[in-house]
């Protein structure tokens, strides 16, 4: 996957605005909830998901591989997904904003098509400092290159690597990481993590409030 998966992203979303911070910093409203979004705009038939998809609510997340934020939160995501045992449906949407999302959400990409897509974001969060920009600390001198790294991966998931090739040499996922940031700047997503509840946007950032707007779409 290595070099063949840096070059063929190369030069991608390139000016990009790159964003890192403190979520609990980001939104800070006194409503609980922001706009309701376009259903068309946020679930995409291709969408990884996790849930049936009758679920009563629809959890959709936008996110970057490379945010810290994101990482930090997703176990949390994950164990809300578990606590509604099957009443909630997860979805995940790419808002790459940083310099190596690109690469990641390809990886992931190439991961999932061979069903491996939930495995290859835990590893990518888990191991996050060794790929990923990390905010406020410079570049280590002899950090491995990215493609080694990503080779490395692959391996420990049991990617088959040749027929990740022949995908990424396709280009067949650029589309669609593009299309999920073009839908996410639809929405109004220039943050990341960012969730919708059943087209609800999230607008003050955390768990409880998470919760409470989960429950209060299951009460409906």
């Known amino acids: 996957m290595g070099a063949i998966l840096v070059i063929v992203i190369a030069g991608a979303f390139i000016g990009a605005r790159y964003y890192r911070g ?3 910093e980001e ?14 705009q946020l679930v995409r038939e291709d969408s990884p998901t996790l849930g049936p998809a009758d679920a009563k609510v629809t959890l959709v997340e936008f996110y970057d591989p490379e945010c810290e934020s994101c990482a930090a939160f997703a176990p949390v995501v994950k164990k809300i997904y ?28 190439a991961a999932g098509e061979q069903g491996k897509y939930w495995e290859a974001q835990e590893l990518l969060f888990k191991k996050q400092p060794e790929w990923g920009e990390r905010h406020g600390a410079p570049p280590e001198p002899n950090a491995p290159a990215i493609n080694v790294l990503f080779d490395k991966y692959a391996k ?33 997503v220039r943050r990341t993590p960012t969730f919708f509840v059943n087209g609800r946007e999230l607008a003050r950032f955390g768990e409880a409030d998470l919760r409470s707007l989960i429950d209060e779409e299951m009460k409906k």
């Open 82 to 109: 578990s606590d509604y045992g099957g009443k909630v449906r997860l979805v995940m949407r790419y808002m790459p904003l940083h310099k190596n999302s690109m690469t990641a959400a390809t990886f992931l990409e």
């Open 22 to 24: 403190s979520v609990q």
């Open 27 to 40: 939104r800070k409203p006194e409503s609980n909830t922001a706009k309701t979004a376009p259903a068309g």
């Open 156 to 188: 420990e998931l049991g990617v088959d690597m040749e027929k990740a090739r022949v995908s990424i040499n396709a280009r067949k996922f650029e589309e669609k990481i593009e299309r999920d940031r073009k839908d996410g700047q639809g929405l109004g």
